[in-house]
């Protein structure tokens, strides 16, 4: 039932219909099917890249507990930000690359930099791995192969956890590019020691259908479009969900160059500047063909320092 499903929504000819697709910037494809998240904005500080927590739209979908998705709460200049990030310093050394292992960019060189001058490397990434990384050949995690995992991305994941009330410390991320013909076939995510956390996921960039489906492959996943700046969490019994990504859909409507409803950093701020058009073009040109998914795990049960499973007796 899944794999058909994945066919159905990947197929070029013919052309799936969206019609069973749940689209939340269209109420008539989620009415009935869905309920409304409470979002706690208690201790929630004023950041540039979030509009207040009063006006998110947080959705739960009835027959998939557990998924939660966020209509996108970002600000555009927070999506420019998160877009930037991405690309630019979440591909820097130590964190691992798809590409790492093909030498295609000088040992002395960041992937960005040198993609300036040589544009083929561009559709070649399609995975940095931060913090504890992912192992793609045998899903374990190693101590070994860990490097610090960005504060910036950790304190992102930290605002979303106190807002639906999760305890979560963000250890491991996978940063997916999808280009317009890449897919993500169906899998679960269990490699993590503690799979009691929940999972964030944030998109920018194009458009994509997501199949949520259930323990087994047997299930019929639900299809759910989403969207640049869109926050789905996978927690409870959709923590070990199947899900997929079958097709990119060309956006129509780029939120990250949408500044009707800006925030309040000053005009003349650093934010400004690393946002603002002229430094931001190059990544406009990139992002044309591209959707970026920033997919957050913790790792260990809390209070754990490492993977065995034992916290290391101090030396007295
Ligand atoms: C993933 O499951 O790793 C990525 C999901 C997504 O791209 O939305």
């Not at 060309?250 to 990250?256: A, H, P, S």
Request: with cysteine; net charge negative.
């Amino acid at each position: 039932m899944f794999k058909d499903s994945f066919k159905y929504y990947k197929s070029r000819n013919p052309k799936p219909s969206f019609e069973e697709v749940l689209d939340f910037t269209n109420s008539s494809s989620w009415t009935n099917k869905v309920k409304s998240v409470s979002i706690n904005s208690d201790n929630f500080t004023k950041t540039f890249d979030l509009i207040d927590p009063s006006a998110w739209e947080a959705f739960e979908i009835l027959d998939r507990p557990g998924f939660i998705y966020i209509k996108n709460p970002f600000t555009s200049i927070g999506q420019r930000y998160w877009i930037r990030q991405a690309i630019e310093e979440y591909t820097k050394k130590p964190n691992k690359l798809n590409i790492d292992i093909h030498s295609l960019v000088p040992l002395e060189q960041n992937w960005w930099d040198y993609a300036k001058q040589d544009k083929s490397v561009l559709k070649k990434l399609r995975w940095s791995t931060l913090g504890y990384h992912h192992n793609w050949d045998t899903k374990i995690y190693s101590d070994q192969a860990k490097n610090t995992f960005p504060d910036n991305l950790s304190r992102l994941c930290y605002t979303f956890a106190q807002a639906l009330g999760y305890d979560f410390k963000a250890e491991a991320a996978i940063v997916n590019f999808y280009h317009l013909d890449s897919t993500l076939a169906g899998h679960t995510d269990h490699s993590e020691e503690y799979l009691d956390a929940p999972l964030f996921s944030f998109s920018f960039g194009n458009s994509a259908v997501f199949l949520l489906g259930g323990l087994t492959i047997d299930e019929k996943p639900t299809a759910v479009v989403i969207h640049s700046g869109d926050v789905v969490i996978m927690s409870k019994e959709s923590r070990l969900s199947y899900h997929a990504v079958p097709r990119i859909v060309k956006t129509e409507k780029q939120m990250w160059n949408d500044f009707n409803c800006e925030s309040d950093v000053p005009l003349d701020s650093e934010l400004r500047m690393y946002t603002s058009q002229s430094n931001f073009n190059e990544f406009q040109d990139y992002l044309e063909g591209l959707r970026i998914n920033l997919n957050v795990r913790q790792v260990l049960p809390h209070g754990q320092l490492n993977l065995i499973g034992t916290v290391p007796n101090k030396d007295i």
